[in-house]
């Protein structure tokens, strides 16, 4: 047998160097993606915490100077006033709770008020609103109006089954409702978590339906039968009544069974027609609901089972692909360099004859 000498064949340098380049770029484009998962921050659609309201929560009705009622209103709460210390009309009118006339329950529930004010008007909006919210359907969070706004007709609060959902109207000026008008909620809102503050003063037509608790900087009118499901809480003026039903706005923890039934006040006077006027309105970005399949399906609360559902958590829904997607560009890297090795090997085996 003949010998032949030993003749290492040349590296090539060139294609070594590239695949090494490579799988380091696949391997640290893998292990970004997995850092930015686990840092991603929470979603800004996480759930708003209700406003706390304090020992202003008891009250139905709560003035800043004076406040007054004319007919049988009934209200299913306290009645206070301060600083001023006028409260007329009770009776004809009915207090079921206390009655607070510039004492220093009413002094604290003031003060609870103006903390309450301030927290809803320092929130950050998910949108903004203008002119009219008659015909909306809105989602939870906060919603902000530089202005005025008005309702004509219906406004729908949809909290998509989520019976810890909270809605936050930060109105700049003044709120202006209808005759007849109403807010609608469907999904399992509770009238517990709506409120409305607003700069200025608030205004609710005759014969509507409202829900949530107005704080108001000024003063807050409630015309002739309308129905609140709710609080007026006024913090330097008067609170306006005349044939009024104030109750409780309250919440059910447990969540509900069909999440796609409304629920609505509804007044035990008699309504009239939504006026005819046109009114304009906008909403950015949009909000109206697009379902048309009678809403979502019910969800277990306890385990995120998809995008909408684990941005419901606080967590990006984006975390399940960047996961997935940094899980396997790693794969991809260690198999380069597994392939690198094995190539950078063959090219350097000597060979005998």
């Given at each position: 047998?003949?010998?032949?000498?030993?003749?290492?064949?040349?590296?090539?340098?060139?294609?070594?160097?590239?695949?090494?380049?490579?799988?380091?770029?696949?391997?640290?484009?893998?292990?970004?993606?997995?850092?930015?998962?686990?840092?991603?921050?929470?979603?800004?659609?996480?759930?708003?915490?209700?406003?706390?309201?304090?020992?202003?929560?008891?009250?139905?009705v709560?003035?800043?100077?004076?406040?007054?009622?004319?007919?049988?209103?009934?209200?299913?709460?306290?009645v206070?006033?301060?600083?001023?210390?006028?409260?007329?009309?009770?009776?004809?009118?009915n207090?079921?709770?206390?009655?607070?006339?510039?004492?220093?329950?009413?002094g604290?529930?003031?003060?609870?008020?103006?903390?309450?004010?301030?927290?809803?008007?320092?929130?950050?909006?998910?949108?903004?609103?203008?002119?009219?919210?008659?015909?909306?359907t809105?989602?939870?969070?906060?919603?902000?109006?530089?202005?005025?706004?008005?309702?004509?007709?219906?406004?729908?609060?949809?909290a998509?089954?989520?019976?810890?959902?909270?809605?936050?109207?930060?109105?700049?000026?003044?709120?202006?409702?209808?005759s007849?008008?109403?807010?609608?909620?469907?999904?399992?809102?509770?009238?517990?978590?709506?409120?409305?503050?607003?700069?200025?003063?608030?205004?609710?037509g005759?014969?509507?339906?409202?829900?949530?608790?107005?704080?108001?900087?000024?003063?807050?009118?409630?015309?002739?039968?309308?129905?609140?499901?709710?609080?007026?809480?006024?913090?330097?003026?008067?609170?306006?009544?005349?044939t009024?039903?104030?109750?409780?706005?309250?919440?059910?923890?447990?969540?509900?069974?069909d999440?796609?039934?409304?629920?609505?006040?509804?007044?035990?006077?008699?309504t009239?027609?939504?006026?005819?006027?046109?009114?304009?309105?906008?909403?950015?970005?949009?909000?109206?609901?697009?379902?048309?399949?009678?809403?979502?399906?019910?969800?277990?609360?306890?385990?995120?089972?998809?995008?909408?559902?684990?941005?419901?958590?606080?967590?990006?829904?984006?975390?399940?692909?960047?996961?997935?997607?940094?899980?396997?560009?790693?794969?991809?890297?260690?198999?380069?360099?597994?392939i690198?090795?094995?190539?950078?090997?063959?090219?350097?085996?000597?060979?005998?004859?």
């Amino acid at each position: 047998m003949n010998d032949f000498p030993i003749v290492p064949q040349p590296v090539d340098r060139f294609s070594y160097r590239r695949w090494t380049a490579v799988l380091g770029l696949v391997t640290v484009t893998g292990l970004l993606l997995l850092a930015a998962s686990l840092s991603t921050p929470p979603h800004a659609s996480a759930a708003e915490a209700p406003v706390g309201l304090g020992t202003a929560q008891t009250y139905a009705v709560l003035g800043g100077q004076t406040v007054t009622n004319t007919g049988p209103s009934v209200l299913f709460g306290d009645v206070g006033v301060s600083p001023g210390t006028a409260i007329t009309g009770f009776p004809p009118g009915n207090a079921l709770g206390v009655t607070h006339a510039g004492d220093t329950e009413a002094g604290g529930a003031q003060s609870d008020v103006t903390i309450a004010y301030n927290d809803a008007a320092g929130r950050a909006p998910i949108a903004s609103i203008a002119g009219d919210l008659g015909g909306l359907t809105l989602t939870p969070g906060v919603y902000n109006a530089s202005s005025s706004i008005g309702l004509t007709g219906t406004v729908t609060l949809d909290a998509q089954g989520d019976p810890a959902a909270v809605f936050v109207f930060q109105v700049g000026s003044t709120l202006t409702t209808a005759s007849a008008s109403s807010v609608s909620m469907i999904n399992g809102a509770q009238p517990c978590n709506v409120f409305w503050q607003i700069g200025s003063s608030a205004t609710l037509g005759t014969n509507s339906d409202f829900i949530g608790t107005i704080l108001a900087l000024t003063s807050i009118t409630v015309t002739t039968g309308t129905t609140v499901e709710g609080r007026a809480l006024a913090r330097n003026g008067q609170v306006s009544l005349d044939t009024n039903v104030f109750t409780e706005p309250g919440c059910d923890t447990t969540p509900p069974d069909d999440t796609t039934t409304t629920t609505t006040t509804t007044s035990s006077a008699s309504t009239t027609s939504p006026s005819s006027s046109t009114t304009t309105s906008s909403i950015i970005p949009v909000a109206t609901s697009l379902e048309t399949g009678g809403g979502p399906a019910p969800r277990n609360n306890n385990y995120p089972s998809g995008p909408d559902d684990l941005a419901s958590t606080g967590v990006s829904p984006l975390l399940p692909t960047l996961i997935g997607g940094g899980a396997l560009l790693f794969a991809v890297g260690g198999l380069l360099t597994a392939i690198a090795r094995d190539r950078k090997a063959s090219t350097t085996k000597p060979r005998t004859k």
